[in-house]
Antibody, heavy 116, light 107 residues
């Protein structure tokens, strides 16, 4: 069974940094591209970033470009999101999700709160 | 960037009703569209992919149609477990974009 588990969320001051992780199991992680998607409290879904299976192709939403960095370690079956220069509007539940087309496989999410 | 709009933004309806949600793309996206259902506190669940293909395990009362710029999600007979928020997603180009969502609640 495919399982995605996010971790690393928490409370951070504006301007601070945080690194999210997504641990994958139940499938050959190195064969699949991955995404980060976020949802601010009471708001809709926002795609954040994409990374291809071998990290060759990477894309970001304009709202995070230059501040967030997506990466992966296929040997550890893990996806990461390094978030720098955090702002209040980055407050959200962050989900990892599998696939170029964003499939049915999502984690449960990890909450990031940016506040002083 | 491709902008996605959805209508209506919300609807109040009853068990057994037929529900249709429309999603429009600001430019043609072929059939590169998916529909997701989300319940409070839960991750989204994909219902439809490639505009009209039913995700495995999803009840047949859900169907999708459309191509190009206009798409619809239809629930043929609404069940109690279908009260949720529905989002469309285009995966034709980056950045990926979701529609703003349609909340379906009980009349």
């Amino acid at each position: 069974e495919i399982h995605l588990v996010e971790s690393g969320g928490g409370l951070v001051n504006p301007g601070g940094s945080l690194r999210l992780s997504c641990a994958a199991s139940g499938f050959t992680f190195s064969d699949y591209s991955m995404n980060w998607v976020r949802q601010a409290p009471g708001k809709g879904l926002e795609w954040v970033s994409y990374i291809s299976s071998s990290s060759t192709y990477i894309h970001y939403a304009d709202s995070v470009k230059g501040r967030f960095t997506i990466s992966r370690d296929n040997a550890k079956n893990s996806l990461y999101l390094q978030m720098n220069s955090l702002r209040g509007e980055d407050t959200a539940v962050y989900y990892c999700a599998e696939g170029v087309t964003i499939s049915d496989y999502w984690g449960q999410g990890t909450l990031v709160t940016v506040s002083s | 960037d491709i902008q996605m709009t959805q209508s209506p933004s919300s609807l109040s309806t009853s068990v057994g009703d037929r529900v249709t949600i429309t999603c429009r793309a600001s430019q043609g996206i072929e059939n590169d569209l998916a529909w997701f259902q989300q319940k409070p506190g839960k991750a989204p669940k994909r219902l439809i992919y490639a505009a009209s293909s039913l995700q495995s395990g999803v009840p047949s009362r859900f169907s999708g149609s459309g191509s190009g710029t206009e798409f619809t999600l239809t629930i043929s007979s609404l069940q109690p477990e279908d009260f949720a928020t529905y989002y469309c997603l285009q995966h034709n180009s980056y950045p990926r974009t979701f529609g703003p969502g349609t909340k379906v609640d009980i009349k």
